[in-house]
C-alpha cells in the first residue's frame, strides 16, 4: 500500500478522498488542515479516523510514504518542497506555483530528490482528452488549433463549494494553466509566442475578472483562450479541438464531434472520474518506481509561459 496524507480540507480535497476511495493500492492514514476540526469534518465521512492541525509534524511520521495537497495555491509550492525534504513523494493540485521562480524550486527539489512530484493537471486523464490523445498518438488527427472558454461566475471569494476562500482564486495562475497545459500536451510543440489581454480589476479582490490568451506553437498551431469570472451563464471549461481530419468538443466527462455528435467514450478508462485517473496514476508511479503522467517536469514549460505572461501583465493597466 502507498500510504498516503491527504492535506487540505477545502472541496478538491473531498474529491480526492472520493476518488481515492477505488484506488486499490491507496491508503489514506491521515487528514491534515488549519485546523483538527476542519480536518475532523472532512475526514469521518469518508472513514479516516486520524487527523492533524500540523503538516510539518506529518511529514515527519515514517507511516506516510506520501503526500497529496489541496491547500490554497499560495502554499504549494513551499508545501510541496517541504514534503520532498522530508523524504515522501507528492502530488500537488494544480497550480504547482503562482510564480515562475517557485515553480522552477520546485522543480529543482524533485531533480535533486528524484521522488515522484506530480502536478494536478486533471485534464490529462479525462477521458474525453485522452480519446483525442490517442487519435494524435496514432497519427489518424492533428491539432490545427485549440479555441478554449473557461467561465465562471465569481464576484465573490467563493470555492467550488459556495464556501467563503481565506485566499483569492486566479484566471492566469490556476484556470489558464488546465488550458495551456492541455495545449502543449495535445499538440507535443513547444509554444514560441503567446500574448495576453486582461480586463478591469475587481476593486475587493484585487484581480482581473476577463481575460484574453493567444499562443503559437513552433508547428504553427495556436490556441486562442477566453476566460471570466464575470460569466452569468453556462459555467466550466469547454475545449474546441479544430484538427485535419474533424473536430471534436470537449465538455466535462462528454465529448461530441463538431456537429454535435456524441463520441462513446465507454471503456476508454478504468473510470469517467478524471480525479480518480490522476491519482491512479500518482500511486502507480511510486509503486513502479517511473515519472508519472503530469510530472512537474511534463508540466513545467506550462508554468515557463505562465511566468512570459505574468510579465507581460505587470505592464498592463488593469484598473476601471
Known amino acids: 500500500m502507498v500510504r498516503i496524507a491527504l492535506v487540505g480540507a477545502g472541496a478538491f480535497g473531498e474529491k480526492h478522498l472520493v476518488g481515492l476511495r477505488n484506488v486499490p493500492d491507496a491508503e489514506v492514514v491521515t487528514v491534515v488542515s488549519a485546523s483538527e476540526e476542519e480536518s475532523r469534518k472532512l475526514a469521518e465521512p469518508h472513514g479516516v479516523s486520524d487527523v492533524s492541525d500540523n503538516y510539518a509534524a506529518t511529514l515527519a511520521r515514517n507511516d506516510i510514504d506520501a503526500v497529496i495537497l489541496t491547500t490554497p495555491t499560495p502554499l504549494h509550492a513551499r508545501q510541496a518542497i ?3 525534504d522530508a523524504g515522501k513523494h507528492v502530488e500537488v493540485e494544480i497550480p504547482v506555483a503562482d510564480s515562475w521562480a517557485d515553480a522552477q524550486a520546485v522543480m529543482a527539489k524533485q531533480q535533486e530528490t528524484g521522488l515522484v512530484c506530480m502536478v494536478g493537471h486533471t485534464r490529462r486523464f479525462n477521458p474525453s482528452h485522452q480519446f483525442v ?4 498518438d496514432a497519427g489518424e488527427f492533428t491539432i490545427q488549433a485549440m479555441d478554449i472558454e473557461t467561465f465562471f461566475f465569481r464576484r465573490r471569494n467563493m470555492n ?24 502543449q500536451y495535445m499538440t507535443g510543440s513547444k509554444v514560441i509566442a503567446s500574448n495576453v489581454l486582461q480586463g478591469p480589476k475587481h476593486r475587493e479582490l484585487g484581480i482581473a ?7 503559437k506553437t513552433e508547428a504553427g498551431q495556436i490556441l486562442t483562450l477566453a476566460l ?8 466550466g471549461t469547454f475545449f474546441r479541438y479544430i484538427g485535419d481530419t474533424g473536430t471534436y468538443i470537449a465538455r466535462y466527462d462528454d465529448l461530441v464531434t463538431g456537429r454535435e455528435e456524441p463520441v462513446d467514450l465507454s471503456g476508454l478508462a478504468s473510470s469517467s472520474n478524471g480525479i480518480e485517473l490522476q491519482d491512479r496514476e500518482f500511486v502507480a508511479a511510486i509503486k513502479q518506481g517511473r515519472e508519472p503522467n503530469s510530472s512537474v517536469g511534463q508540466v513545467f514549460e506550462c508554468y515557463r509561459v505562465l511566468g512570459e505572461l505574468a510579465a507581460s501583465l505587470e505592464t498592463q493597466d488593469g484598473w476601471s
Open 160 to 183: 467550488a463549494k459556495g464556501e467563503p476562500r481565506s485566499w483569492t482564486d486566479h484566471l492566469l495562475w490556476h484556470h489558464s494553466a488546465h488550458s495551456i497545459d492541455i495545449f
Open 133 to 136: 490523445k490517442k487519435l494524435i
Open 228 to 235: 471570466s469570472f464575470n460569466n452569468d451563464g453556462p459555467l
Open 209 to 215: 475578472m476577463d481575460m484574453s490568451i493567444q499562443l
Open 82 to 84: 517541504m514534503a520532498m
